[in-house]
């Protein structure tokens, strides 16, 4: 109640050698009797507690708190505080006939100390006494109004303060007269624990400086009391509009109205009924978004399960909150600190949007615990409503009312919680114009497989093909990333059929162009996987350096797409992979029949060597099936399965190793090799006369060969009856020229009689 204004001022001096001082001024005597007049009417309360505990000397019921004031103190106190305000509105233009006062009576200085002053000042002016120039008595008489104005403001300022301090107290009182008339020891009770203790500790003149909280939650409760009433409600309420306007708002009595329609829902049985009073609520909220308490009212909705209510006015407050959009534009730019406006808008519309949120956990929650609907309590409204609808219908209903809305910020965050609760799959139902553009920017952050996996997804299911391929594509070669080679090789795979699902697919138009890329980039994916396979095949054979070399090579090959070049050399080559060279060779189409050959060699060493210790039909079963299995990939090219040399090399084998007799023929002929072809093989390979099968010991072996190809019983099969009969005739001119070499060797073994006697009755039997 003390101040620095002052109605009149003047330059004052103390001592002869002090700084001399700037102008001291005092309030009016008019200003000073509203002071004391009003320090006397609250005096004996500005300093005291408002209430005191029910253990206090006096009381009786423990546990309770209760007034300090009694109520005819209190409607005393209020009404000459309220007269006393009267007076200051009634007169408000009390400082504006305030005039300068005299340096001898309105300041704090005396004459003789104001002539020091001025001789003072005199003195410090050079040349010594009489008046300068810059201190003439024009600019004495300017000062003088100058200070004058200050003056006249400064009183201004202390009777605009004044009056607030004197319409806030006369609130107070009347706020607490309210409180007193209607069970305040009630009221208080109903606060939560934090307003409880510090109402305790409270001052009346901390009420009235700073308690603006614990009015509102005192307001707040006495409020509560008369929801079911409508009649008194609305009586309350005015009458705290009209008393307290400061303390209760117009938008705090249209919360207490929305308050009271929704009191009352809860307690309707006619579904009708209750969702107009549900809707009333709503709509009246909406009416004062910006001092709403946002979170409460949604715990209120979610209540009542009033969740498209609650969706609806969390999407109003946010809007009216930042009605030009600048949350959106401040998270496009990636939410730059120094943009406090936009600062300011994201975080308005996030703390509106966060109720949304929460309402979704919460019945998601509820829908993982529990396949039933949501506990019920004494509520009739819930009592009905979970015997009707499951957490996990409110959960679809709620997320879809949330999705059909234009918010990009809402949707967004939406689309945050469906991938953080594992509903990934339920995103990818959502048709929105924003889901293209949010999975787009996703997939630009890190780590963004998870996002371009549903990046690739959602095209496909907008039957996107084209960018479906390129994002798979992307997946596949993403470096560095978290898949596997087996991964990689499947993203190919898919992009390839995406790929193919495109329209007008030529190697002119960019999609065919994408198909031929995707199936080349593919190819080589399949090989590098076989030479994976292939190395920890042979890795428990390689030890020392070598054993840490191919450790390194499969994490090598399983981190990252490789090109051909590399996987030969760096890989296959090194590590002596054979198959794997002759994939990436028939790959690459490069033509050389020397190395071919080599790599077919390769291939048989090692398995005959694999199968060391087997019996001779095993080894022989292991090396058909080798043989069957690579020539279903490369038969179709004799680049590279090279029929002859195969042919020579494995009955050369079969000789040597004594393997069982005429299983080369039946192995070819199961991968696809026609009769004639292998019979023109096998002739060319006897009439070489090479001089292996001697060395070997078995002089008549391709003879031998020749007998099992010819003698099998499906050598005729599934051909036409020209080709059987043109097979026929090639077959007996065989056998013919086959016996005249057999009768001209001069040789009296018994394996060469029992092998003329064999073709003899193929000669008998082609003849038939």
Wanted: aromatic share 6%.
């Amino acid at each position: 109640l003390r101040g620095a204004a002052a109605a009149g001022a003047a330059p004052t001096s103390n001592v002869l050698g002090r700084p001399v001082s700037a102008p001291e001024v005092v309030y009016s005597n008019r200003l000073r009797g509203l002071v004391i007049y009003f320090s006397r009417l609250v005096g004996p309360l500005w300093d005291s507690l408002l209430v005191h505990s029910a253990d206090s000397p006096g009381t009786t019921i423990p546990g309770r708190v209760f007034s300090s004031m009694g109520m005819e103190e209190v409607n005393w106190m209020a009404q000459h505080v309220q007269c006393l305000t009267d007076f200051l509105d009634g007169n408000a233009t009390l400082a504006s006939t305030l005039k300068m006062a005299e340096s001898s009576t309105s300041t704090h200085g005396t004459p003789s100390d104001h002539n020091v002053h001025q001789q003072m000042l005199r003195f410090m002016r050079p040349g010594g006494g009489g008046a300068s120039a810059g201190n003439t008595p024009a600019m004495q008489q300017q000062q003088q109004h100058k200070q004058h104005a200050e003056a006249v403001a400064a009183e201004q300022n202390a009777l605009r303060d004044l009056s607030v301090l004197f319409h806030r107290t006369s609130e107070v009182l009347c706020l607490w007269r309210m409180l007193c008339e209607n069970d305040i020891s009630a009221i208080i009770t109903g606060l939560s624990p934090v307003h409880q203790d510090l109402l305790r500790q409270i001052k009346f003149c901390h009420l009235i400086v700073q308690g603006h909280e614990v009015c509102s939650a005192l307001i707040a409760q006495l409020t509560k009391r008369f929801l079911s009433d409508r009649a008194a409600s609305e009586a309350i309420s005015a009458r705290l509009r009209q008393l307290c306007p400061s303390l209760y708002s117009a938008d705090d009595a249209i919360i207490t109205q929305a308050c009271e329609s929704l009191a009352m829902a809860k307690s309707k049985l006619d579904a009708d009924e209750r969702q107009a009073l549900l809707q009333e609520s709503l709509k009246l909220y909406s009416k004062v978004t910006h001092h709403l308490p946002l979170p409460v009212v949604c715990a209120q909705y979610t209540d009542v399960h009033f969740f498209s209510g609650l969706v609806d006015l969390c999407l109003a407050c946010a809007k009216k909150r930042d009605p030009q959009a600048l949350a959106l534009h401040h998270f496009r730019q990636q939410q730059p600190w120094d943009d406090m406006a936009g600062v300011t808008a994201y975080t308005a519309r996030r703390e509106c949007y966060d109720g949304v949120v929460k309402c979704l956990d919460d019945l998601f929650n509820r829908a993982q615990t529990t396949t039933s609907a949501m506990p019920s309590t004494a509520s009739p409204l819930k009592v009905t409503d979970s015997a009707s609808q499951s957490a996990a219908q409110h959960m679809e209903d709620t997320l879809s009312r949330v999705l059909a809305c234009n918010d990009e910020l809402m949707h967004i965050l939406t689309y945050d919680w469906l991938i953080k609760t594992g509903q990934s799959s339920q995103l990818l139902q959502v048709t929105s114009p924003y889901l293209d553009t949010y999975l787009t920017q996703a997939a630009e952050r890190e780590p963004a497989d998870a996002a371009l996996g549903l990046l690739w997804k959602y095209y496909e299911r907008t039957q996107n093909f084209a960018a479906a391929a390129q994002v798979l594509g992307q997946l596949a070669e993403r470096q560095p990333g978290n898949q596997t080679l087996q991964q990689r090789v499947e993203y190919l795979s898919r992009a390839v059929m995406c790929a193919k699902s495109c329209n007008l697919l030529t190697t002119t138009t960019p999609s065919g162009q994408t198909l031929h890329d995707l199936e080349e980039k593919l190819e080589v994916a399949r090989i590098q996987l076989q030479v994976q396979a292939a190395l920890q095949r042979v890795r428990p054979s390689l030890i020392g350096e070598k054993g840490v070399a191919a450790d390194r090579a499969l994490l090598e090959l399983n981190s990252e797409l490789m090109d051909i070049s590399k996987l030969y050399g760096d890989y296959a080559d090194q590590f002596s992979l054979s198959e794997s060279k002759l994939a990436i060779v028939h790959c690459a189409g490069h033509h050389d029949p020397t190395l071919v050959e080599t790599l077919w060699k390769d291939i048989v060493d090692q398995e005959l060597e694999h199968s060391a210790a087997a019996s001779p039909d095993a080894r022989a079963q292991s090396l058909s099936s080798k043989v069957v299995l690579l020539g279903q990939l490369y038969s179709q090219s004799q680049r590279y399965f090279p029929v002859g040399f195969l042919v020579r090399h494995l009955e050369e084998l079969t000789a040597r190793l004594r393997l069982p007799i005429g299983w080369v023929a039946v192995a070819l002929q199961k991968i696809g090799l026609s009769p004639a072809l292998l019979l023109n093989v096998y002739d060319r390979l006897f009439k070489a006369k090479d001089p292996c099968w001697q060395s070997a010991g078995r002089p008549l072996h391709v003879l031998n060969a020749i007998h099992c190809l010819l003698n099998s019983q499906d050598i005729f099969a599934n051909l036409l009856p020209a080709e059987k009969s043109a097979l026929r005739l090639n077959c007996l001119q065989a056998v013919t020229s086959y016996l005249v070499e057999l009768q001209s060797m001069l040789s009296q073994d018994s394996e060469l009689a029992h092998t003329v006697a064999n073709f003899k009755r193929l000669q008998a039997k082609f003849q038939s």
